[in-house]
């Protein structure tokens, strides 16, 4: 109420301000055409009879064009367009009282003329912007003094002009603070000798030293250089930027691309950031309004891409969120992660295996979900190659159970994360993901075909990506901790090859996959694949980490390479030979039509795999699964299946 009642009263005293602004606008307008005198006391009574009319007016058409409601603080171009605006509709308010009202109707003759609205025209504009830009200087050059007082570090900023400008506006409107900028250094051509806000552009990127150096001699030492989203791109070699800033002794921040509207203030540099190509647009209007106000459960959501899930599951508005995980350390991890976000969704954590039927069936009924992303699984590679039936349990069995229960349950759609090492496998893990495909494949169909009085509800598919930066076990932890700890760093193969995106990528296209799932009629579509870019050597990937952080491969930090593991391959692949791609109509997804088994051969596998694993009977799983998938050969691939 205190707020409400705070933005009534600022919304109050600035209409009372346009008003004011308004009325000495015509006033003065009128005393300057007639030159003052005894016409403009004569004519006072009949201005003061227009006046609170033309004031209602006023007060109607600056609610309308927004200017009572914009916050002086950030006042810009657009609030400048509007005051243009606002006064040119006004003028020819005055215009059709003068010349269409009053002239013939009351005076017989023209009341104000064609002077006085002209300067009534640049009056209004004047009185309206007056106080706005007065009170916008204030502000700015509080925040400098502010930072002067706060002895705020000088700071270059690194990027083209346009991104270089975004930065400057959050620092001038104290969304960044504790940094005061010198100089700007761009890789365009066109931004040298030129001014933003003021602020020279002092070089390109190749100046760096000499431009430090320079300040050093002036005894105003820079003290951290800021990259905007143009300096990370590919092609303005952001990590000989970070080297050499990094030898330099110079603190590095980014500044987040803007895209999904992410506030501007600074973070450190990730190495993440400086390996992927763009990332894929995401229609976050559209997940938004697919997750808004729905229940959804994620199962896994303590791992990395379950975490990642239920954030932004939660971000897009879910009513309500339940959250399965057998590890409790990680359910209590996630469950404040999401406490700190103050979302509205209502967070249900329990502690389940999704290997328990009976638990998740239970689980899934009481709960209802509308969405269901099924996230948990045993993922390592060479750890299922030497407990494969560990494997079975949690990756078929477990995605057997959660396919089950979410139709059970009646949800909209189930969606199973997968891998693109389940195309042609040549791992367990690979195996064990593509056997799960198959199911959710194969009950699909089943619900298709079911009697017409039972309606299909539940609609199950499967998302491949390949390597997610940062997940647990994934290779730029483990090499950011071998650089930290001097070498060496481990690399399997140097012909290795993998596909990489971020956690926030993979799970944002995994969510869009749903919502076309769910948006679009029953279709033979089944398996979506994330667009996943070029693919990236593993030692280019290596001896470009250890540049970012100011070292030299073979020199400061040795690359060993320690020969392909068990159930790996040097390529990774998108999609199966006998799987033929289908176009969908959204950036950075891609969709296959897969060879679905029937019901009844997953049926006859499963029992099969059941009774193999309640003997322990490894060499039965292997067979039945390679029985199931025939394309899949297990050995220690040197190139897997098309390499």
Request: net charge neutral; with cysteine; proline share 5%.
């Amino acid at each position: 109420m205190l707020r409400i009642s705070q933005l009534n009263r600022r919304n109050f005293l600035i209409a009372v301000h346009d008003l004011l602004a308004t009325a000495a606008a015509l006033f003065t307008a009128f005393y300057l055409r007639v030159e003052g005198g005894n016409d403009f006391y004569q004519s006072l009574p009949l201005l003061f009879h227009i006046l609170p009319y033309f004031l209602i007016l006023t007060a109607v058409v600056c609610f309308t064009f927004q200017l009572t409601t914009t916050k002086w603080r950030f006042v810009s171009l657009p609030d400048g367009i509007r005051i243009v605006q606002v006064s040119t509709l006004l003028t020819l308010a005055l215009l059709v009282l003068d010349y269409i009202l009053v002239a013939p109707n009351v005076l017989g003759g023209y009341f104000l003329g064609k002077v006085t609205l002209v300067l009534y025209w640049f009056l209004e504009i004047f009185y309206l912007s007056l106080l706005r830009v007065a009170y916008r200087y204030f502000r700015y050059t509080r925040v400098r003094r502010h930072a002067k007082i706060g002895q705020a570090t000088p700071t270059l900023l690194v990027g083209r002009a346009a991104d270089a400008e975004v930065v400057l506006r959050g620092i001038e409107n104290g969304a960044i603070k504790g940094i005061w900028p010198t100089g700007i250094l761009s890789p365009s051509r066109a931004d040298q000798g030129q001014l933003v806000r003021s602020l020279p552009v002092l070089g390109d990127t190749d100046d760096l030293e000499d431009i430090v150096a320079d300040f050093a001699k002036r005894k105003r030492s820079i003290g951290r250089i800021v990259m905007t989203p143009s300096a990370l791109e590919v092609e303005s070699q952001p990590e000989s930027i970070i080297m050499r800033a990094r030898r330099l002794g110079l603190i590095v921040n980014r500044l987040p691309s803007l895209e999904s509207g992410t506030v501007p203030r600074l973070t450190s540099v990730r190495i993440e950031d400086l390996l992927l190509r763009p990332t894929a647009k995401i229609d976050y209007a559209q997940l938004s309004a697919a997750v808004s106000g729905k229940d959804v459960v994620v199962t896994g959501g303590g791992g990395s891409i379950g975490s990642e899930l239920c954030e932004r599951v939660a971000t897009f508005g879910a009513r309500r969120l339940l959250i399965i995980e057998n590890s409790e350390p990680a359910l209590y991890a996630i469950s404040e992660a999401l406490a700190a976000l103050r979302s509205t969704a209502l967070v249900e954590a329990r502690i389940a295996d999704v290997r328990d039927r009976e638990h998740i069936m239970r689980l899934m009924a009481a709960f209802k979900p509308d969405l269901v992303f099924h996230a948990a699984a045993l993922k390592h590679v060479p750890i299922l190659e030497r407990d494969c039936s560990e494997g079975v349990k949690t990756n078929i069995f477990g995605s057997i159970n959660v396919a089950d229960a979410a139709v059970a349950a009646g949800a909209k759609a189930m969606v199973m994360v997968s891998t693109d090492k389940a195309i042609e496998p040549v791992s367990m893990l690979g195996l064990t993901k593509r056997f799960a495909e198959m199911y959710c494949q194969a009950l699909d169909q089943d619900l298709i075909v079911q009697p017409t009085s039972e309606k299909p509800t539940t609609r199950l598919i499967s998302v491949r990506f390949g390597n997610v930066l940062g997940s647990n076990g994934s290779v730029v932890p483990k090499f950011k901790s071998q650089i930290a700890a001097g070498g060496p760093v481990t690399v399997t193969h140097p012909e290795m090859v993998r596909y990489f995106m971020t956690i926030r990528e993979a799970c944002d296209l995994v969510i869009t996959a749903a919502t076309h799932a769910v948006a679009t009629e029953r279709s033979r579509v089944s398996v979506y694949v994330l667009n996943m870019g070029q693919p990236v050597k593993i030692v280019d990937l290596a001896e470009r980490m250890v540049r970012l952080s100011g070292l030299e491969p073979g020199c400061d930090i040795e690359i060993v390479f320690t020969g392909v593991r068990a159930g790996e391959r040097l390529n990774e692949i998108l999609f199966a030979s006998e799987e033929p791609t289908i176009e969908i109509g959204i950036p950075g997804i891609m969709a296959a039509e897969p060879n679905r088994p029937s019901m009844f051969a997953m049926k006859r596998w499963i029992v099969g795999l059941e009774q193999a694993i309640q003997r322990d009977d490894e060499p039965v799983i292997r067979e039945l699964l390679e029985e199931a998938v025939p394309e899949f050969a297990l050995r220690n691939a040197t190139g897997g299946a098309r390499a």
